[in-house]
Nanobody, 116 residues
């Protein structure tokens, strides 16, 4: 059974940093393309960052370029989203997604709130 478990969300002041983690099991993590999305109420889920199985050629949404970094550890079966210079507009539920040869899967999400 595929599981994706996000952690690391919370409340942070504008300009602060957070690191989100997403641990995967039940599939061959090293072969999966991994993505981070975010969603605010009433809006569609937005792709934030992407990292392929090989770990190179990452892609970011324009709104987070230069502030967020996606990375992965294929030994720990974990993908990370390091977020710097956070803004109130970054407030959302953040989800990780695994795209494998057998299907695509979502985590349960972790809330990030940027507020003073």
């Amino acid at each position: 059974q595929v599981q994706l478990v996000e952690s690391g969300g919370g409340l942070v002041q504008p300009g602060g940093s957070l690191r989100l983690s997403c641990a995967g099991n039940g599939f061959t993590f090293s072969r999966a393309n991994m993505k981070w999305y975010r969603q605010v109420p009433g809006m569609e889920r937005e792709l934030v960052a992407y990292i392929p199985s090989a770990g190179s050629d990452t892609i970011y949404a324009d709104s987070v370029k230069g502030r967020f970094t996606i990375s992965r550890d294929n030994v720990k079966n974990t993908v990370y989203l390091q977020m710097y210079s956070l803004k109130p507009d970054d407030t959302a539920v953040y989800y990780c997604r695994a795209v494998t040869t057998t299907g695509a899967y979502w985590g349960q999400g972790t809330q990030v709130t940027v507020s003073s």
